[in-house]
T-cell receptor, first 109, second 112 residues
């Protein structure tokens, strides 16, 4: 079992829909990251969370430390949101990031 | 402010050869992380350099090595290339004392 599990693996939505991507992890963590990877390969850091909730534009990230679970929400999705979304955790006491396998999101116009 | 840069963009090598990949962090950032993203697999941590020293490495064989220069740029070397080394190699640098990582565009290595 991977330390970081994401669901769903693939997600197709219509423009305007509300999107939720989930991340579960099995270790104690000091931080959780949400990353966005576009088809060319470039990666953008969206959020870094250690507790609670963060919002940036149409993106919202939440984390529940007790349940070892995080969600990334996209409101009013748009075709330009189409990308792979990757969850990564830093284990407590470690400098290494451990990555989920990503969720491929396709938003159709 | 220039972002993290990597070179080359693409690299094609044959099995058994050596590959050298380069990364320049954002000005003022002293740490460089290297990651491998093989086809069908998630990102995996490779190496971490900080202040010129290797601080940690992932579960990769010694064929994967690197160094960090006094200007904080970094080089990743892969010796005795194998077909399964074909992957996108990404480097990232966090601001000093901060968690967020800024990624470079990656080098796509193809081993034939």
């Amino acid at each position: 079992k991977n330390e970081v599990e994401q669901s769903p693996q693939n997600l197709t939505a219509q423009e305007g829909e509300f999107i939720t991507i989930n991340c579960s992890y099995s270790v104690g963590i000091s931080a959780l990251h949400w990353l966005q990877q576009h088809p060319g390969g470039g990666i953008v850091s969206l959020f870094m969370l250690s507790s609670g909730k963060k919002k940036h534009g149409r993106l919202i990230a939440t984390i529940n430390i007790q349940e070892k679970h995080s969600s990334l929400h996209i409101t009013a999705s748009h075709p330009r949101d189409s990308a792979v979304y990757i969850c990564a955790v830093r284990s407590s006491g470690s400098e290494k990031l451990v990555f989920g396998k990503g969720t491929k999101l396709t938003v159709n116009p | 402010e220039a972002g993290v840069t990597q070179s080359p963009t693409h690299l094609i090598k044959t099995r058994g050869q050596q590959a050298t990949l380069r990364c320049s962090p954002i000005s003022g950032h002293t740490s460089v992380y290297w990651y491998q993203q093989a086809l069908g697999l998630g990102l995996q941590f490779l190496l971490w350099y900080d202040e010129g020293e290797e601080r940690n490495r992932g579960n990769f064989p010694p064929r994967f090595s690197g160094r960090q220069f006094p200007n904080y740029s970094s080089e990743l070397n892969v010796n005795a290339l194998e077909l399964e080394d074909s992957a996108l190699y990404l480097c990232a640098s966090p601001p000093r004392g901060r968690e967020m990582q800024y990624f470079g565009p990656g080098t796509r290595l193809t081993v034939t």
